[in-house]
């Protein structure tokens, strides 16, 4: 959903709370991620697992792809006048003022893969994007389980309500201006995102009326809490407002995996988290009604 805020700069001093997954305390770590989760929607990720060399080879296929002529990318186009948003796309006629140069495809469960979608150049595109699906729904998911637990429910709580979750590869790639933004201010319609960048900073949240630079950390996984995550919590855990900015000089480029709940699969204020001192402030949807509702204005809070 695109939101319009006053802009204001950042206190340089402050950003996302950063939490080491090695920290052999759970307790610890899940205490730091629920705190992170209600007070900011997003946190960074390190010692999370995803190799080094497999984020590389991530960004190398990317990049491969994006400079390839118009016409190689095109082969790979979302289908004019599809519901679906999987496919190759670029500048969004409708955001005259943000980039929109993008991939994006879903890459798990195998059911639910159109490899039509995925590039057949560079030809380890497949390969890489293969293995790095199987290493990120496998941080996704203990990432999950420390939710679930900051919310005093069981580790495979929030996982079981998404049906195991639909996970979607989206692919930015914003070359050097400083003349339009990058992704205008959103929250994220689904469950949760993953990112990973090549590098280059840009990533803002909104916090306490500021939006602040989310500062870019060699190899870490930069976590966005969505608004199905704050629905299932009924409002403990924050959607993050977010954006992007395009750097002058340098091409920046991120890899969000999105997360979201198995279609047909009602999400709400699970049971557990609601009662007579708190009444459920979501109605339980679909995520098709949920994204129908929003984006047609029909429904208030959330
Ligand atoms: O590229 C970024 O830093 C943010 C991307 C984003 O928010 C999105 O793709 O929805």
Not at 9 to 16: G, Y
Not at 49 to 55: H, N, S, T, V, W
Not at 112 to 124: R, V
Not at 269 to 284: A, C, H, Q, R, T
Request: negative net charge.
């Amino acid at each position: 959903m695109e939101v319009e805020r006053v802009q204001y700069t950042s206190p340089p001093s402050v950003t996302v709370p950063i939490i080491d997954l090695s920290d052999l305390d759970d307790d610890l770590v899940a205490h730091a991620l629920g705190k992170a989760s209600e007070e900011w929607g997003a946190f960074q990720v390190v010692n999370h697992g995803i190799p080094a060399e497999l984020m590389r080879r991530l960004h190398e296929v990317g990049r491969q792809f994006f400079e390839l002529p118009a016409a190689e990318k095109e082969a790979v186009a979302v289908l004019p006048g599809s519901k679906s948003l999987e496919g190759y796309g670029a500048k969004n006629p409708n955001l005259p003022k943000s980039w929109n140069d993008h991939l994006f495809h879903k890459i798990w469960p195998e059911s639910c893969i159109d490899y039509s979608f995925w590039p057949k150049n560079p030809t380890d595109y497949r390969e890489v994007t293969e293995e790095y699906a199987r290493h990120v729904m496998k941080l996704t998911e203990k990432i999950m389980g420390y939710l679930s637990k900051g919310l005093g429910l069981g580790r495979e709580v929030l996982k079981e309500t998404l049906g195991g979750g639909e996970y979607m590869l989206r692919i930015n790639y914003y070359p050097p201006s400083d003349s339009v933004i990058g992704a205008p201010a959103h929250t994220d319609f689904d469950a949760l995102a993953l990112l990973v960048s090549n590098g280059v900073p840009g990533l803002q949240v909104f916090k306490d009326s500021h939006w602040l630079d989310v500062e870019d950390i060699n190899s870490a996984v930069v976590v966005i809490l969505g608004d199905q995550i704050m629905r299932l919590s009924n409002g403990r855990y924050k959607s993050v407002l977010h954006r992007s900015t395009m750097d002058k000089e340098k091409t920046r480029m991120t890899w969000p995996v999105l997360i979201d709940p198995m279609p047909g699969m009602v999400v709400g204020p699970l049971p557990e988290l609601i009662g007579d001192e708190n009444p459920p402030k979501f109605e339980s949807l679909t995520l098709e009604d949920y994204i129908y509702r929003r984006t047609n204005m029909l429904l208030g809070g959330g």
